[in-house]
Structure formats: structure tokens, C-alpha cells
């Protein structure tokens, strides 16, 4: 990976605020929604999880370091959204293995075990895809539109939302809800959002029913 700082354009020893300042400048100069009709999509796609990634490890150094306001996850802290420790982290981590390997009730089970205050943009994404898993498709979608809420710039996000939303819209809006019972696994031969994920663990995040 290239150096985080270099991406990000900014010194080693920039402030927490300007770290954040750099990433959000970056984020709305390459956000894909710029070039969805562009011959420049892909490019810019890919420059995006590079940025992102870059601010992701910057986050990670300096929670290590122990510095105050940085040691949130994907962009988080510079939004007002939630807080989380390194232990919420990890447990966010493992969520997404139990995920990749179909642990659904096991991967729900821990993310109900996180206060409310821990319940950040990964949160509201992890259960969007835990309730996806489950067949829960209106409840995913909720959850995938409060984490673009909560973090407008993170595209593995707004990948899941506008993912499912397409397929809605091809099934006729068919969404079932956790009251609701039946499975729609036509969805799952489509939906991209664990893209950004397999970047990450090296697996499917939400592989074929």
C-alpha cells in the first residue's frame, strides 16, 4: 500500500483536522456519483477506495498513538457520528468474517452486544448486510441508507445501497421485512456491495444464497 500520508496529500505531522480536511476534499472530487455517466467511472472508483483506504490507516495509526478524535473507523469522526473504541473495532472485524463465512446469527448476535454510542456508520452497514443475509431486504436497506447518511463518502456504502435499490426496482420493489417471511435469492446472483469487503478479507461478504 502507498504511504497513507502521500494519498491523502499531507504531512506525517499534519493536525487531526487537517487530515480529516484533506480526506473530505479528496472524497468530493472523486466521489463516483461525479463520474457515473463518465468514461472516467472506474478510474474514479478506484481512486476512491484508494483514498479511503488511506484514511482508514491513518485513523488506525493514530488511535494506536493514542491521540484524541482519530480513532474511528472509515471516516467517521469528522461527522459528529458516534464514537468507537479499538475494541469495537475488532469487534467489527470479526462481524465481517462471520459474515464472509455465512455466520449470520453469530455476526447479528455481536453486533447487538455494541451500546448505541458505538453504533456508527460500520455498524448501520454490517447489520444492512447481516439483515440482507437474513432475507430482510427493507430492513437492509434502511440500515445501508442510515450508513451513507452517517458517512456520505464511504463508497462500499453507498455501493450496497444503490445496489439493492437497483434490484428493487427490477423485481418491482418485492422488498420483505423481518415480519415478513419468503426469500428473494434472485438478488443475491446481482448485489455488488461486498466488493469493497473482499478487498478487505479476501472472501465473499455476501456470497450466492
Not at 472523486?30 to 484508494?50: C, I, T
Not at 467489527?92 to 453486533?111: G, K
Not at 455501493?159 to 426496482?169: G, H, I, K
Amino acid at each position: 500500500m502507498k504511504n497513507p500520508y502521500e494519498v491523502l496529500g499531507v504531512s506525517p505531522n499534519a493536525s487531526d483536522e487537517e487530515v480529516k480536511k484533506a480526506y473530505r476534499d479528496l472524497a468530493r472530487k472523486y466521489h463516483p456519483d461525479k463520474y457515473r455517466d463518465s468514461d472516467l467511472a472506474d478510474l474514479a472508483n478506484e481512486k476512491m477506495k484508494e483514498i479511503n483506504a488511506a484514511y482508514e490507516e491513518v485513523q488506525k495509526m493514530r488511535s494506536g498513538r493514542g491521540n484524541a478524535g482519530t480513532g474511528n473507523r472509515g471516516g467517521n469522526s469528522y461527522n459528529g457520528n458516534p464514537r468507537t473504541d479499538g475494541s469495537t473495532n475488532q469487534t467489527f472485524a470479526q462481524v465481517r468474517r462471520l459474515i464472509n463465512n455465512n455466520q449470520i446469527q453469530e455476526a447479528d448476535r455481536l453486533l447487538r452486544t455494541i451500546d448505541i454510542s458505538g453504533q456508527n456508520a460500520e455498524w448501520h452497514f454490517l447489520m444492512g448486510c447481516v439483515l440482507f443475509k437474513r432475507g430482510y431486504f427493507l430492513d437492509a436497506q434502511k440500515m445501508f441508507d442510515r450508513a451513507c447518511a452517517m458517512d456520505p463518502y464511504n463508497t462500499e456504502y453507498a455501493m450496497a445501497r444503490d445496489r439493492l435499490r437497483e434490484q428493487a426496482s427490477t423485481y418491482g420493489g418485492g422488498y420483505r421485512t423481518a415480519d415478513s417471511s419468503g426469500c428473494m435469492c434472485d438478488f443475491c446472483t446481482t448485489l455488488l456491495c461486498a466488493d469493497c469487503c473482499c478487498d478487505c478479507l479476501g472472501g465473499d461478504l455476501i456470497p450466492c444464497c
